[in-house]
């Protein structure tokens, strides 16, 4: 089966720029399946082309230095993928296994298009699930005095592996400055409220103590700043004054599956770009 391209361009918006990208595509005989744009506010042109591969006049190779020329003269950063060749996504958890466990089932059904060379958890207790997968494991427990050194091993664990994306699936540890701007926009989290709404530790019972009527959850590409980087997908549930703590948990967990899922799927298909502390996400 013939292997589709992704190209995915932002850049300061101009007239022709669409007319200008389709032009490429055309006169290297290339057929494009799809596309999406948008403009933000502060005048910024956002595209993501799919490219159907079979008949296209530019092999992998060839295309970026075909491209590089007119991604240049309109100032555009730009990426390109293929359909064929699946992304590398690493998984760090802690005790909390629902969400792993959502990620590994769809993984296994063929919902995601991904290689997963491994899992990271500061905790042994999920080795048996991972590795009924066929998944290694690797514990690598973290005290304060020890905090460096395990992220250290970890962040040479993801480049031994060459991977490409890393999901926090309920990792309960604070990653450092040096971690985050490894993997910026390639590291994605799953918050248990509405953000930004209870921010931190412990939401659920926040938001019991608060009488809320809705509950959500939060995926967001991680930055510096706790459960502030751009959000990628929210959703929520709602609740009523007889829920209790155990209740908005049990609730909240179901919400937070799904998130991480559908965050996860679209970063695999090249469908956010970010823009600042905001995401362009083409459905």
Request: with cysteine; proline share 4%; net charge negative.
């Amino acid at each position: 089966m013939s292997s589709n391209l992704r190209l995915t361009v932002s850049c300061p918006d101009r007239k022709g720029l669409i007319s200008a990208l389709s032009s490429f595509i055309s006169m290297h005989d290339g057929n494009i399946l799809s596309a999406d744009q948008y403009v933000s506010d502060e005048a910024t042109f956002f595209m993501r082309l799919e490219i159907e591969g079979e008949g296209f006049g530019l092999s992998r190779d060839e295309f970026a230095g075909a491209f590089r020329p007119l991604a240049r003269r309109h100032g555009m950063d730009w990426h390109v993928s293929h359909t064929d060749t699946p992304k590398k996504m690493a998984i760090l958890v802690s005790r909390y296994d629902h969400c792993l466990t959502d990620l590994l089932w769809r993984w296994d059904a063929g919902e995601l298009d991904a290689e997963i060379p491994l899992v990271v958890s500061n905790h042994p207790d999920l080795a048996p699930r991972v590795e009924a997968h066929g998944i290694p494991f690797h514990h690598l427990p973290v005290t304060k005095e020890t905090k460096a050194e395990q992220e250290s091993r970890v962040l040479d664990l993801l480049s031994e592996n060459e991977v490409d994306l890393v999901v926090l699936a309920r990792y309960m540890q604070i990653l450092t400055p040096k971690f985050v701007d490894a993997y910026r926009d390639r590291l994605i989290n799953i918050h248990h409220s509405f953000l930004p709404a209870f921010a931190g530790a412990d939401p659920y019972r926040r938001a019991h103590e608060r009488g809320v009527k809705t509950i959500g959850a939060t995926a967001h590409y991680v930055s510096e700043e706790l459960d502030a980087g751009p959000i990628i997908h929210q959703d929520v549930a709602h609740v009523s004054h007889r829920d209790t703590v155990d209740d908005l948990v049990r609730l909240g967990r179901e919400v937070e599956r799904r998130v991480l899922a559908r965050s996860v799927r679209l970063h695999l298909e090249d469908r956010i770009l970010v823009d600042g502390n905001r995401t362009v996400v083409f459905e």
